[in-house]
């Protein structure tokens, strides 16, 4: 009996659900726990008419490490997959440790009152998963997730060595709203809205947000407007892989998306610092978050299609190569498929997968790890299968920008 523990009920769990939910023979007990039971209700009775599958549900809040450990301890799981908010990542891995359970998620931690996110307080937990016997998956999204398997897929099978890594994530999708965001508006503007960070010559270069842009083609979708950022996943390939000279991460943005962020940051709509409202303390970016759309509701509106990927140059037997390894998902099709957007399919399914591979222990290691430091090969067959085909193709010069 594999029986496994989701916790979050949102756009990202939705898909993750349905799909290991299609899978029976791997996934043939799973409990579904979330901060709001509604949302799971509403997973759970969509699962039944598309599989006719019954999955359990039950309301926890994750942020309380006794209630967690409780909830684990009564469906004894063989791993939880936390699909909940950053915020949670610490206090799910404390529940894992004390009741003996593996772990994976999907994004690194982040403290709620700063908005700063590092691997360094996951990896922390490494010898106490390894003394355990128990193994920590970090990142299995699309990015971090995908792209880290991207580029690890090419060290092993396409260059020797990787001099520049590039990390393109385009979402081409038109939702109608003049403003949404299309995964947790919380976290989402929080990353945005931070310094640009990218790694050169062994160091990193900080920048002001948003403002280094770039025009890139991008493949069957055309001209975008791209900006540097920095991504969680630039942390763990610069260490993985320490002989990568540059590390970007671009993401691409529309001008009215950018407009409205930038009133809402002049007029302090994106602060994290609790202001005082009529005698009580609110923070203004989780109040925005409120009376923004709910990414989960966008699936039925969005139309158009997401090309994430990376751009890696490197020597090949000497010669210098470039590879673009992407993926193009259709927000219709997704929808049409499992009711959501593009971005949370593309993040739902690589959660599955890493599930997979742990549970059928393709993939496993007790110790804390980042994607990238398995072998790539089950995941891309694997990708191939459940939806996210991936194309690699060569380019005839390195990028020169
Ligand atoms: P949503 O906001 O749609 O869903 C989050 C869910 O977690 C909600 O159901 C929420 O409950 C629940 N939750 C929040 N706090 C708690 C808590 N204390 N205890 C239990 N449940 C809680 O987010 P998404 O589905 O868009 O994103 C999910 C995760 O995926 C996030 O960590 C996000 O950063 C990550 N992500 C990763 C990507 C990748 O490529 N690697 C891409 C996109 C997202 P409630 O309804 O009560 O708020």
């Not at 898909?15 to 799971?40: E, Y």
């Not at 894992?96 to 360094?120: G, M, R, V």
């Not at 927000?331 to 993040?347: N, R």
Request: glycine letters at 6%; proline letters at 5%.
């Amino acid at each position: 009996m594999n029986n496994i523990l989701v916790i979050g009920a949102g756009g990202v769990s939705s898909v993750t659900v349905h799909k290991m939910a299609g899978l029976p023979d791997t996934f043939n007990n799973i409990t579904l726990a979330s901060r709001t039971l509604k949302k799971c209700k509403n997973i759970q009775t969509s699962v039944k008419n598309k599989f006719n599958i019954d999955i359990n549900i039950t309301e926890l809040d994750a942020d309380n490490v006794n209630d967690t450990v409780n909830l684990i301890k009564k469906i004894n799981p063989f791993l939880v997959l936390n699909l909940a908010l950053p915020y949670q990542d610490l206090n799910i891995m404390d529940a894992c440790l004390i009741t003996n359970t593996h772990y994976i998620d999907t994004a690194n931690y982040e403290p709620k009152d700063e908005a700063k996110f590092e691997y360094k307080w996951q990896w922390d937990y490494k010898t106490r998963f390894e003394e355990k016997g128990l193994m920590a998956l970090l990142g299995s999204g699309f990015d971090p997730g995908v792209t880290n398997v991207y580029t690890a897929y090419t060290k092993k099978h396409l260059l020797d060595n990787i001099d520049t890594l590039d990390i393109l994530d385009c979402n081409d999708g038109d939702h109608g709203h003049p403003f949404a965001t299309n995964f947790n508006p919380e976290i989402n503007i929080r990353e945005i809205t931070s310094d640009s960070k990218h790694w050169e010559n062994k160091e990193w270069k900080i920048g002001p947000a948003l403002k280094n842009k770039i025009s890139f083609e991008f493949p069957e979708i055309g001209h975008k407007n791209m900006y540097l950022m920095y991504h969680e996943e630039l942390e763990s390939l610069t260490k993985h892989f320490p002989e990568i000279q540059r590390a970007r991460f671009w993401m691409t943005f529309g001008d009215s998306y950018l407009n409205h962020l930038e009133v809402l940051k002049n007029v302090g709509m994106t602060s994290i610092n609790p202001i005082k409202y009529k005698g009580i303390n609110i923070v203004p970016l989780q109040f925005l978050k409120n009376v923004l759309p709910d990414p989960g509701s966008l699936g039925k509106r969005t139309k158009g299609r997401t090309c994430i990927g990376t751009i890696i140059t490197g020597t090949k037997d000497k010669s210098e190569k470039t590879f673009y390894t992407y993926n193009i998902c259709d927000h219709e099709k997704c929808y049409k498929e499992l009711g959501s957007q593009a971005i949370s399919y593309t993040t739902g399914v690589p959660a599955m997968i890493g599930a997979m591979l742990m549970i059928n222990k393709i993939w496993f290691k007790p110790g804390v790890w980042n994607i990238e430091q398995f072998d790539p090969d089950p995941f891309m067959d694997l990708l191939n299968k459940h939806g996210l085909p991936s194309k690699t193709i060569e380019l005839n010069n390195k990028l020169n920008f």
